[in-house]
């Protein structure tokens, strides 16, 4: 059974194009985390909610932003991607501190 | 600045052999070291993972070993089998939960 879901698997988006991913967890997991993956390359760290707090990286553009309505959802928000945001999104789920669960991943290609 | 980085990028194996992934790890201070194993297209699943208060765990058909002397972390996979190939990250969980992954090794089974 799924634990970390996210959807689309794939989408598709115009330059400019404000698209969002979404990710749920049944988990219960207090903590949410937005990763960006390209080719060949380790998962990078976008930002994290830790319950209701936002954490984002320093070096995350302000292009990404990130939702979460509850403790099963969290939305990545892309305001204009450009051709360099086309990747993989993973999500990952943790209670407290502890080891990440990641879902199976979005992959963003951008026209 | 601190990081976790892999020694070997591509592994190849033949089926039935032992395979070791090795990883190095520069934050003296973490505690925590965990394993992932990725497949073309997926997301990141957890495999087993290790407190720097111990030196060994054992799972199905894998180790993990950990040298904090020399901040060494290995990943030891018996009877490699070709549903083992995948690319395989260590990541150490740093303050506040964070991962800081390694580069990942590609593990490749040859029939």
């Known amino acids: 059974d799924a634990m970390v879901i996210q959807n689309p698997r794939y989408q598709v988006t115009q330059f400019g194009k404000p698209v969002t991913l979404s990710c749920s967890q049944t988990?219960?997991?207090?903590?949410m985390y937005w990763y960006q993956q390209k080719s060949s390359q380790a998962p990078k760290l976008l930002f994290h909610y830790y319950d209701k707090d936002f954490n984002n990286e320093a070096d995350t553009p302000d292009n990404f932003q990130s939702r979460r309505p509850n403790t099963s959802f969290c939305f990545l928000d892309i305001r204009s991607p450009g051709l360099g945001d086309a990747a993989m999104y993973l999500c990952a789920t943790s209670e407290q501190q502890e080891t990440q669960y990641f879902g199976p991943g979005t992959r963003l290609l951008v026209l | 600045g601190e990081s976790v980085g892999l020694h070997l990028p591509t592994l190849s194996v033949q089926e039935g052999d032992n395979s070791i992934i090795n990883c190095a790890y520069s934050n003296s201070a973490s505690d925590y070291f965990i394993w992932y194993k990725q497949e073309s297209g997926k997301g990141p699943q957890f495999i087993i993972d290790?407190?720097?208060?111990?030196d060994k765990r054992q799972g199905q058909r894998v180790t993990v070993l950990l040298n904090k002397t020399v901040k060494h972390l290995s990943l030891q996979i018996a009877a490699t089998q070709p549903g083992d190939s995948a690319v395989y990250f260590c990541a150490e969980n740093i303050e506040g939960g964070k991962l800081i992954f390694g580069q990942g090794t590609e593990l490749s089974v040859k029939p």
């Open positions: 988990l219960n997991h207090n903590v």
């Open positions: 290790i407190r720097s208060n111990m």
